[in-house]
């Protein structure tokens, strides 16, 4: 409805970033892009799923009636999902997150090709978190439960992707008198990183704020606790 802070104006936007069911990951490295298909299948069955994990999130146990107040705002409910969208803050979220080792025991996050069976395996593993997700599994996921509940949402990557740990818009090396590295700076720079966008206004920033609004899924570091 024209009224809804999700609302968009334009039919193909709206076909493509909630009705469209199939998309591509870019992921790789800047020299070497790859594009994954990835089955979003937001319609398949899986609303309820999505209504659980709000009522499983650690807002909801904290302050029921606060949290069921504000699922009407975009901003909240981004928030509440991406928090939920992974479990390495043992709050039954959906993916495990792992990077380094072995993944024989489980699923290698390069195997997945689309969310349903993520989240299905999920709800019927007693809302444990599925094994195991990385930037793009976590991203694809999310764009599914967001479509679900309406929000319109795309995917975006970075090549070549800063992570700036302590937030001096730099990314820090450091080397002794001789020119030798020294392994004490936190920043990095990744081959690539893939998070989501929301479409929204932001009426508590002002009508040049609103459009697409980022959002990551992908744990990292804590954000407010």
């Given at each position: 409805?024209?009224?809804d802070?999700?609302?968009m ?8 970033y909630?009705l469209?069911?199939?998309?591509i990951?870019f ?8 594009a994954?298909?990835w089955y979003?299948?937001q319609?398949?069955?899986?609303l309820?799923?999505c209504?659980?994990m709000l009522d ?11 949290d069921?107040?504000?699922?009407g705002?975009?901003k909240y409910?981004?928030?509440?999902i991406?928090?939920m ?8 979220g ?6 380094q080792?072995?993944?024989h025991?489980?699923?290698n996050p390069?195997?997945w090709?689309g969310s ?5 395996k ?18 694809g ?6 479509r679900?509940?309406?929000?319109p949402?795309?995917?975006v990557s970075?090549?070549?992707?800063a ?13 002794d ?5 020294l ?7 990744w081959?690539y990183?893939v998070?989501?966008e929301s479409?929204?206004?932001?009426p508590?920033?002002?009508r040049?704020?609103s459009?697409w ?7 990292q570091?804590?954000?407010?606790g």
């Open positions: 409805f024209s009224g802070d999700v609302y104006s334009n039919e193909n936007e709206r076909q493509e909630v469209n069911e199939n998309g990951i992921v790789g490295n800047a020299r070497y892009i790859e994954r298909g979003y299948g319609f398949q069955d899986l309820n799923i209504l659980t499983l999130s650690l807002y909801y146990r904290q302050d029921p009636a606060m069921v107040s504000r699922r705002d975009p409910v981004g928030r509440v991406s928090s969208i992974n479990g390495n803050d043992n709050d039954n959906v993916l495990l997150g792992k990077w080792g072995s993944f025991s489980h699923e390069s195997r090709d349903v069976v993520i989240l299905k999920w709800c019927q593993d007693n809302y444990r978190p599925v094994q195991y997700g990385q930037c793009w599994v976590f991203a996921v999310m764009c599914t439960v967001l679900c509940l309406g929000i949402t795309r995917l970075n090549f070549n992707s992570h700036d740990v302590d937030r001096n818009l730099s990314i820090d090396k450091y080397y008198s001789s020119g030798r590295s392994n004490i700076g936190k920043d990095s720079t081959d990183h998070w989501n479409w929204f206004i932001r508590d920033l002002g040049s704020y459009g609004q980022v959002l990551d899924a992908t744990p570091e804590q954000s407010r």
